[in-house]
């Protein structure tokens, strides 16, 4: 090769293209090293670990269960057996709250990498490294993915820009690191974005081909790939098959068609599943559209082994009371922050100004009818998981739209630079660096400030496993961090129960609880309104065991860890700490 042409091979030819890549990967996981060492803190949110007790089960041909037991996957159990049945609870019960497809993925890679579940440490669990790195190989797929689309419909300078800061977004890093299924189902909804822009090409080009069928049924089976990672992402089946409807010339009607057939084939198989077990099609999850509202205010549902008359209470005002208080509250805090920084504000200019680019308005109003309808579903599918976890919880759907949002509000920033008749390079190069810089404030704190302490912790890898392996792989433990002990413990453990003594007895009876393990999630209550005013709370019984120097008249578990008190409560039917090992 010529050294001229050698020359312009890597300064504008391929080759440029290849050091941009290149330095774009290295960029990436550098990054990642650097978040996972400074900002790292392990798992705190208890669904995570739920979920990836459900994968480890998996993984080790246990099937489909779970060690954390709800009582009201007891109750559904219990139901569907018939009231003639005498319904002893399995340990493991199948697990009737978490969509497969994420636990499946997160048990394929326990079988390929070298998970180890032995705790060493209080603040570092092994396989909570290995699912975060998992996640964020996601994200970086999520990000080139996002790339393509932005150059599809943009401009190289806006696909590069508009993944940069998707790329150096806090909020998306903390997702990463929470085990939680979200950077799998952004990138999943990418993909559906990335498939009905081929579909509105291909319709633009020659709409009597024919040639968009293929990407209508891969879109539908995405989207049934999306509702089997988190059931409400299925209702954004929605605008998808709205958007195809408005596209399509010729063949309308068939290719919606197609659309929900492959969807239903992908999911219909599980929920024929859940139904079979539980007698709902969702299981448990199905639910949230009550929880929140009175009678079954917090986790109450959840934690009920007979719900039927609070749900016959629940009326249709106290559904819309449930979303106007929560679209009040989303409208106010959610929106402003939506995506973890300030762009979207460009995104929501940016609606006045009208598009040359058939495609780019089009997929503008499917974006639009997509953040409608999963601010529908969210402000009515919230449940106890966004008040324990404001922010990072799969409650959270907005989140998905965001990198899109980001790439319209990027559009527009460029249309202002272009209005500025900046000079020189130099200068746009400067305001460009400096939105950057002003964007990406949030993730460079994070990195700077570390990890934060986790002083008064009850998620403590090492201590909670300690503590639940006093117990024995069949027997079944109660807590108040249920999904910690059966992800960190591997050990079966009920949901607290709705109080000490009939409900804590129902469960009893069906199954003997051995040890009762309490935490700062309960000790840690408000003394007035959470304890004294509540005597049927556990937090009264820490109270009244504190006072008394022994549990209530008739507890069946009097034997007590004094180590671990104030903070943490311990009661076993035997002392078993003494025992040999």
Known sequence: MPLQEWIHHWEEGAGARLLKVAGAILGFIVLGCLYDLLAFQGFSNEEAMETAQVARNLSEGKGYVTQSIRPLSIYLLQRQAGPAAKLDIPLPAPDL?????????????????????TASQNWFYQPERWIAVFNQVLFFAAVLVLFRIARRLFEARVAWLSTIIFAGTNLF???????LSTMLLLLIFLAVVWCLAGIEERERAAPTSGGQAGLVVLAGALMGIGGLTRYAFAWMILPVALFIAAIARRARVRLCLALLASFLVVMGPWLVRNFMVSGAFFGGAGYALVE??????????????????????????????????????????????FGGNWVSAFFLVGLLIPFHSPALGRIRMF?????????????L????????????????????????VFVYGVGLFFILLDQLNLATVDARGAAVGGFIVVLSIPFVTSLLLGRAAAANSPYMPLHVQLAARL??????????????????????????????????LKLNALHPVKA?????????????????LKRTSWGYFVMECEANGEVPTGFPLTKARSDLLPYQMFLSDQARWRMPP
């Open 381 to 404: 599918g919230q449940t106890h998981l966004s008040a324990d976890s404001p922010e990072i919880n799969s409650e959270n759907l907005l989140v998905l739209l965001a990198p899109l």
């Open 173 to 179: 890093w903390k997702f990463t690191v929470s085990g």
């Open 367 to 379: 974006l639009v009818f997509s953040l409608i309808v999963l601010f529908v579903v969210q402000a």
């Open 292 to 337: 929140g509202t009175p009678p079954l205010e917090e986790d109450r549902l959840e934690r009920s082994f007979d719900p039927g008359n609070d749900l016959k209470r629940v009326s249709l005002l106290d559904v819309t009371d449930k979303f106007l208080t929560n679209a009040r509250a989303m409208w106010r805090d959610d929106l402003p922050r």
């Open 516 to 532: 009762l393990f309490l935490t700062q999630r309960t000790t840690d209550e408000r003394f007035l309104s959470e304890m004294m």
């Open 471 to 504: 117990t024995k792989p069949q027997e079944l433990m109660m807590s108040d961090i249920p999904g910690a002990v059966a992800w960190y413990g591997e050990r079966n453990c009920a949901w607290l129960t709705l109080d000490d003594d009939r409900e804590f």
């Open 97 to 117: 709250n978490s969509p497969p497809v994420y636990p499946l993925l997160m048990a394929g890679l326990m079988e390929v990498l070298p998970f180890s579940f």
